[in-house]
C-alpha cells in the first residue's frame, strides 16, 4: 500500500459519512505501519464524531497530536470537550463544559490565527452565554482573507457561522446557499455545519421553519431503507415504477440505500440509486447462493444478470446470517429488521431521520415476511413511509422451496454469554466466595426480568441467558456489569479485576427444551457466533454484534450508545466481524 493512500481513502470515508469504513480503513492502515500524522488525525476525528470521545482523546495524546503544528490536528481535543458539553443535559454543567471547550478552542485560535478553532470558540462562547465574547472573535474571523473572500465550502461555512453569530441570519443564508454549490460540500462536512448551526440559531432566537430554510442548502442527503414486492419483469410496468422512484428520490436528494436485492422493487431502486450517483447497501438473509434461488430466479432468469450487476456496483455487502436458508420466514424479517437499523445508524452519524421507500400494494403481509410487514416493522418504530403504488406487477412468481410448516421452533432472540476472567486460576477456597458472590449476584440481577428471560443456565464461571429482544439484552447486560462493580474482588484472593466479560448478538435459532437438563435453550448457527464474541471482549465491557446494534438502534433509539470498535478476529477462527462496546446514554 502506498502511503497517503489509506489517508485519502480515510478522508474519502468520513466525507461521505461512512465512520465506520473510515476508522476500518485508517486502523487496517496504521497497523500496518503508515503513522503519518493527518492520518492519526483523521482516526481520532472519525472516532470523535462517532461519539466514542474517551478513545479519541486517549489516542490523540498516543499519537501526540496535542503537540501537532496543524491548528486542525491540537484542536480535536477541543472538539471532544465540545461534544461532551452538548451531550450534557444539566444546564449548569452543560455551561461549565461548554466554557471549558470555549476557552480550549480559543487558546488555539490565538496561537494559530487559524479560523477553524477561532469559529468554534465563537460557537461555544455563544452557547454558554457569552455573546459579546462571541461576536468579538466572530467579528475577527470574518476578517480573516480567506473568510472574507471564501472558494470553498469550510471557508463559506465558517463565514456563514460567523454572521449568525454577529446578528446577520440573512446574509448567512445567502452564504450558505453558495457553500451548497461547492465541489467539497460533502455529506460529512455538511452534516457537521448543520448540527452545530442549528444550535447557534436556536440560541439567537431564530424559529425552527427559518434555521431549517436557513440549512437547507447544506442538509446533507437523506438515508433511506427500502423495500418492495417481488415480479416478473415487464417493461411498461417497470417504466411506470422507475419514474416514481426517480422522482422520490430527486424530490428528497437520496444518497444512501440500504436494503436488500430481490427481483423486482428492490432492484428496480438499487438501479435507479447507483444510476443517480448514490450509494447502495446490500443486506442479503442468508448466503448468495439460496437467496438467488428464493428471491431472483423465480421471477425470471432475466433478473439474475441484473442482480449480479447491482451487486458489483454496491458500496457494501453483508449477510444477515451465514447459514442456508432452512424454511423459515423469520429469516427473512430478522434481516429486514438488521438493514432498517443499519439504515437509521447511518442517519443518525449525519444528523438525519432515515426514511422508508416502500413499493407495495398495500395489503398487509400474512406472516412475518413481507413488503407489508416490513412497513409496518418501520412505522411500529415510528418511521415515516413513502409508497409507491405497485400497480398491476405479476407476482406469479416459480418458488423454489416454500417455507417449512414442519420446521423445527424456531425463535429470534437476543443471546448474551458471559464469562469472568481468570476464574480457572483461582484457589479451590475462593470458589465459594465466587459462587455466593459473583453468581449469585447474576442470579439476583436475572430475577429482576420475570417472564423475560426465554433461556438461562450456567456452568463454572460462564452464563448464558436469553431474551426476546434487543433492548431487554441491552439493560440486562449493562445491569450484570454495573451489580459486580462494588463486589468485593479480595475475597477471592485477587487484588483488583476488570469486571466479567459479556458478549451479546441477535438473530434466529432453533428453539427447545435441553434433553440433558430439561430447560428451556436455544441452538443453531446464531447460537455458535454469540457464543465467540465474549472470548475476545475485555474485561468490564459489553461487546455486541452489528446485527444486535442495528436492531437497537431499531427499537429503542436514543436508549443505549454503541461505539463502533473495529472488526475484530472471533474465537476459535470463526472470522472477523464488526463490533460494537454497548453503553447507556444516560
Not at 103 to 108: K, L
Not at 508 to 522: F, M, S, V
Amino acid at each position: 500500500m502506498v502511503i497517503g493512500d489509506a489517508t485519502a481513502r480515510t478522508q474519502a470515508a468520513i466525507d461521505s459519512g461512512n465512520l465506520l469504513l473510515a476508522y476500518d480503513t485508517a486502523i487496517s492502515a496504521l497497523n500496518g505501519g503508515d503513522t503519518t500524522p493527518e492520518l492519526c488525525h483523521l482516526m481520532v476525528l472519525a472516532l470523535a464524531r462517532m461519539g466514542n470521545g474517551e478513545q479519541a482523546l486517549e489516542l490523540f495524546h498516543q499519537y501526540g497530536l496535542d503537540s501537532s503544528p496543524d491548528a486542525h490536528h491540537r484542536s480535536i481535543a477541543a472538539r471532544i470537550l465540545k461534544d461532551s458539553a452538548l451531550a450534557t443535559s444539566d444546564k449548569a454543567e452543560r455551561k461549565s463544559a461548554l466554557l471549558k471547550a470555549y476557552h480550549a478552542y480559543r487558546h488555539i485560535f490565538e496561537s494559530s490565527g487559524d479560523a477553524y478553532p477561532g469559529i468554534n470558540a465563537a460557537s461555544m462562547a455563544f452557547l454558554a452565554g457569552l455573546p459579546i465574547e462571541a461576536q468579538t472573535i466572530a467579528t475577527a474571523i470574518l476578517k480573516i482573507p480567506a473568510i472574507r473572500n471564501p472558494d470553498n465550502y469550510y471557508d463559506l461555512a465558517t463565514k456563514a457561522e460567523a454572521l449568525l453569530i454577529a446578528g446577520q441570519p440573512e446574509e448567512a443564508g445567502v452564504t450558505l446557499s453558495d457553500a451548497g454549490t461547492m465541489k467539497d460540500a460533502n455529506a460529512g462536512a455538511r452534516a457537521s455545519s448543520v448540527r452545530q448551526l442549528e444550535l447557534v440559531g436556536l440560541e439567537a432566537g431564530l424559529d425552527k421553519d427559518i434555521i431549517d430554510t436557513l440549512l437547507a442548502p447544506i442538509s446533507p442527503p437523506m438515508v433511506i431503507h427500502y423495500c418492495g414486492h417481488m415480479f416478473l419483469e415487464d417493461a411498461e410496468t417497470e417504466a411506470n415504477l422507475r419514474s416514481a422512484i426517480d422522482d422520490f428520490l430527486d424530490q428528497n436528494d437520496v444518497g444512501y440505500a440500504y436494503g436488500a436485492l430481490a427481483s423486482g422493487a428492490d432492484i428496480l431502486i438499487a438501479e435507479a440509486v447507483l444510476a443517480r450517483g448514490g450509494e447502495l447497501n446490500v443486506v442479503l438473509p442468508f448466503i448468495q447462493e439460496d437467496f438467488i434461488a428464493q428471491s431472483i430466479t423465480p421471477a425470471g432468469n432475466g433478473w439474475l444478470a441484473r442482480f449480479e450487476e447491482c451487486m458489483k456496483k454496491a458500496n457494501s455487502i453483508n449477510y444477515a446470517t451465514e447459514m442456508h436458508y432452512v424454511g423459515d420466514p423469520d429469516q427473512f424479517s430478522y434481516a429486514s429488521k438488521v438493514v432498517m437499523g443499519m439504515a437509521k445508524l447511518r442517519a443518525q452519524y449525519l444528523g438525519k431521520s432515515a426514511q422508508q421507500l416502500a413499493i407495495w400494494d398495500g395489503v398487509q403481509s400474512s406472516g412475518s415476511a413481507g413488503t407489508g410487514a416490513d412497513v409496518a416493522t418501520w412505522k411500529s418504530f415510528g418511521g415515516d413511509s413513502h409508497i409507491i403504488d405497485s400497480g398491476p406487477i405479476d407476482r406469479n412468481l416459480a418458488r423454489s422451496q416454500k417455507p417449512n410448516e414442519n420446521l423445527h421452533k424456531r425463535t429470534v432472540a437476543a443471546i448474551i454469554f458471559t464469562d469472568f476472567p481468570g476464574f480457572s486460576k483461582l484457589a479451590e477456597a475462593a470458589l465459594p466466595a465466587f459462587w455466593n458472590g459473583v453468581m449469585r449476584t447474576m442470579a439476583m440481577v436475572l430475577e429482576n426480568y420475570p417472564g423475560q428471560i426465554l433461556a438461562q443456565n450456567s456452568w463454572g464461571d460462564a452464563l448464558l441467558a436469553v431474551t426476546p429482544d434487543a433492548p431487554c439484552a441491552a439493560s440486562l447486560a449493562l445491569e450484570l456489569q454495573s451489580a459486580l462493580l462494588d463486589f468485593d474482588y479480595s475475597l477471592l484472593g485477587l487484588a483488583e479485576s476488570g469486571g466479567m466479560r459479556i458478549g451479546v448478538h441477535y438473530g434466529p435459532a432453533y428453539e427447545t427444551r435441553d434433553p440433558i437438563t430439561g430447560k428451556p435453550t436455544l441452538y443453531g448457527t446464531e447460537v455458535s457466533r454469540a457464543a465467540r464474541i465474549e472470548p475476545v471482549t475485555p474485561p468490564g465491557a459489553v461487546f455486541v454484534t452489528e446485527p444486535f446494534a442495528a436492531i437497537l438502534a431499531l427499537e429503542a433509539p436514543g436508549e443505549y450508545t454503541c461505539r463502533y470498535a473495529g472488526k475484530i478476529e472471533f474465537a476459535k477462527g470463526y472470522g472477523t466481524y464488526p463490533i460494537y462496546q454497548l453503553k447507556d446514554r444516560h
